[in-house]
T-cell receptor, first 111, second 116 residues
Framework: NAGVTQTPKFRVLKTGQSMTLLCAQDMNHEYMYWYRQDPGMGLRLIHYSVGEGTTAKGEVPDGYNVSRLKKQNFLLGLESAAPSQTSVYFC??????????FGEGSRLTVL | AQSVTQPDIHITVSEGASLELRCNYSYGATPYLFWYVQSPGQGLQLLLKYFSGDTLVQGIKGFEAEFKRSQSSFNLRKPSVHWSDAAEYFCAVGPLIYNQGGKLIFGQGTELSVKP
């Protein structure tokens, strides 16, 4: 039971570098989400998708881009990383109702 | 504005003692309510959820939560805490259906420490 899988799990970047986080789910869920988790701030929604080929902005979208070319995959991109993007990133998926299922997280450090 | 408040950032309880984690929410419509648990270095795992029916909801690992509409609260309880319950707990509220941009709103989390 893979559920939601995120890669990579750890990454260190230098300021200005780019990278992509990959999220894959095998539950045939329509909805997918990218959150970031920072101490004392809970989870904040970056972007989300309500289906293949669609994306929308969440609460903190600046500095990030996303794509959902296939239903099972949701990519989060950082075009020019900044230290403020040091965080733990979580991908989640859901049906159109009910709970979210989370991946194990990707820890990103930007120096 | 829609929001979730977990008033306690950190709670320490002795093993075997009872536990109550508080959650208050502000939400315009009838909400879906959730409690998630996050162990160190792990993702979030669903403990329990409530939408309708009996206001006392049973979850995994011996947890329960009570929905009190008049108080806009959804507090999490456990009669006897085990050392393995040490983790961070998140309350979340969201719409019944995630259309038109509906999404879960999370509280800031409560970190639980368990003393031997």
């Amino acid at each position: 039971n893979a559920g939601v899988t995120q890669t990579p799990k750890f990454r260190v970047l230098k300021t200005g570098q780019s990278m992509t986080l990959l999220c894959a789910q095998d539950m045939n869920h329509e909805y997918m989400y990218w959150y970031r988790q920072d101490p004392g701030m809970g989870l904040r929604l970056i972007h989300y998708s309500v289906g293949e080929g669609t994306t929308a902005k969440g609460e903190v979208p600046d500095g990030y881009n996303v794509s959902r070319l296939k239903k099972q995959n949701f990519l989060l991109g950082l075009e020019s990383a900044a230290p403020s993007q040091t965080s733990v990133y979580f991908c989640a998926s859901s049906l159109i109702t009910g709970e979210l299922f989370f991946g194990e997280g990707s820890r990103l450090t930007v120096l | 504005a829609q929001s979730v408040t977990q008033p306690d950032i950190h709670i320490t309880v002795s093993e075997g003692a009872s536990l109550e984690l508080r959650c208050n929410y502000s939400y315009g419509a009838t909400p879906y309510l959730f409690w998630y648990v996050q162990s160190p270095g792990q993702g979030l795992q669903l403990l329990l959820k409530y939408f309708s029916g009996d206001t006392l909801v049973q979850g995994i690992k011996g947890f329960e939560a009570e929905f009190k509409r008049s108080q806009s609260s959804f507090n999490l309880r456990k009669p006897s805490v085990h050392w393995s319950d040490a983790a961070e707990y998140f309350c979340a509220v969201g719409p019944l259906i995630y259309n038109q941009g509906g999404k879960l709103i999370f509280g800031q989390g409560t970190e639980l420490s368990v003393k031997p």
